[in-house]
C-alpha cells in the first residue's frame, strides 16, 4: 500500500489497477480516496461506471472505458468481484489484450477477493499498471493501528487493554472503528482507556461469548457455562449458530493443540489456521484443560447433534444444552 500513497499524495495514477485482499475495510477506503481523487473536479455521476457479476458485459465495459469524459480530465470504470482473475475464458482474454488500449482519460479499478497470481491479466496489470493487496492486518498492525485511531482522539492506550479490546469485539476493522468511537464517547473525560470501559461499553462478538463458554466447560464450571448459554439465548441468539460456533471452537482447540504438539510456533500455528495469534494464544491456554481424546469427543458429539437437529430429530435449545452439560 506504501506505493499506492505515494500516488495518491503525489496526485501520478495508472489507468488500470487492481484491488485484491480479504481486508475489505482498508481496500473500501482506499477505493474512495483514489476515486475520490481521480474524479476531483468533474461531475462523479457522468463520469462513473460500476459493473459487477450481473452487470458485465465486455462489450458495455469497453464502451464504457472508451468513452471520454464528460467536462472532465478522467473517467472511472470499477470492476467488483467478477472473478476475471481466477477465471479462463474468452471475455478474460479479450479484455487482457485490449485493456491497454483504453484512452489515457480512463483509469480502471478490478476490485477482487481473490486472484490467481499466475494468470495473464494479473500479470499485466502487475506489469503495466498496480496491482494493491489488502491482507488482513497482523496483530501488532491492528494494535498499532487502534492506537494511532484513538491518538487523534486524544485518548491512550496500553497493549494489554488494546489486545483485550480486539479479543472482546474481534478483528473486523468496520466493527473496530465503530467500537472504538463508542469507547471515545464513554471516555470524554478520561484520557486513558481501560478494561473498565471496554468490558462496560463495547458489545463482545459471539465469538468472545463462545471463549468464555468453552472456558467454563474445560474448568467444569457447569452452572457457570449453562447461565452463559442460557444468556447468548436471552440476547436472541440462535441456538444452531451457538452450536456451529462451538464446533468451530472446539476444532480449532483440536487444531492448536496438535500443531503445537509437532513444534509450530504461535504465528506458524495462527498462519495454518487462519486465525489472529491471540486467538491461537486462547486455544492452547484452553487446550490445557482438555485433552486430545475429550477434544475429539466433544467435536464428535457436536457434530452429531448438528445432523440430528438439521433432521428434525433433537430439538436445537435441548442438543446445545446436553452437549455443555456433558463436557462441563
Known amino acids: 500500500m506504501k506505493e499506492l500513497k505515494k500516488q495518491l499524495q503525489d496526485g501520478v495514477f495508472h489507468n488500470v489497477y487492481l484491488f485484491y485482499g480479504e481486508e475489505k475495510y ?42 471520454l469524459p464528460f467536462f ?38 478490478f476490485i477482487e477477493e481473490e486472484v490467481d497470481k499466475r494468470s495473464k491479466l494479473f500479470k499485466l496489470i502487475k506489469k503495466q499498471g ?27 492506550i496500553e497493549r494489554s487493554t488494546a489486545l483485550h479490546f480486539v479479543k472482546t469485539v474481534g478483528t473486523d476493522m468496520a466493527t473496530v472503528e465503530h467500537e472504538l468511537d463508542k469507547l471515545t464517547m464513554y471516555n470524554l473525560d478520561e484520557e486513558v482507556i481501560t478494561q473498565a470501559s471496554v468490558n462496560a461499553i463495547c458489545t463482545r462478538t459471539i465469538e468472545n461469548k463462545i471463549f468464555e463458554l468453552v472456558g467454563a466447560m474445560g474448568h ?11 444468556d447468548m439465548l436471552t440476547a436472541k441468539e440462535p441456538p444452531g449458530r451457538i452450536l ?5 471452537q472446539f476444532r480449532l482447540i483440536l487444531q492448536s493443540k496438535l500443531l503445537n504438539q509437532k513444534g509450530l510456533s504461535e504465528r506458524d500455528i495462527a498462519s495454518r489456521i487462519k486465525v489472529a495469534p491471540f486467538v491461537v494464544r486462547e486455544c492452547q491456554r484452553q487446550g490445557k484443560q482438555m485433552s486430545v481424546d475429550r477434544l475429539k469427543g466433544a467435536l464428535g458429539d457436536c457434530l452429531e447433534a448438528d445432523s440430528h437437529i438439521k433432521t428434525g430429530r433433537l430439538d436445537p435449545k435441548i442438543g446445545v444444552e446436553m452437549i455443555i452439560m456433558k463436557y462441563s
Open 26 to 67: 482498508l481496500l473500501d477506503m482506499y477505493l474512495e480516496k483514489l476515486t475520490k481523487e481521480l474524479l476531483v473536479g468533474g461531475d462523479a455521476t457522468m463520469n462513473y461506471d460500476f459493473f459487477d457479476k450481473s452487470s458485465m458485459h465486455v462489450d458495455k465495459f469497453f464502451y464504457a472505458c472508451e468513452t
Open 72 to 109: 472532465a480530465d478522467r473517467r472511472v470504470v470499477v470492476v467488483r468481484d467478477v472473478k476475471l482473475f481466477k477465471s479462463k475464458n474468452k471475455d478474460v482474454d479479450e479484455i487482457a489484450e485490449r485493456i491497454t488500449d483504453i484512452p489515457e482519460s480512463t483509469t480502471v479499478i
Open 130 to 156: 498496480h496491482a494493491a493487496s489488502f491482507e488482513l492486518l497482523s496483530e501488532n498492525d491492528l494494535i498499532k493501528w487502534i492506537g494511532q485511531k484513538l491518538h487523534t482522539s486524544g485518548k491512550k
Open 220 to 230: 467444569n464450571k457447569r452452572e457457570r457455562a449453562l447461565l452463559l448459554y442460557h
Open 244 to 248: 456451529f460456533m462451538l464446533i468451530r
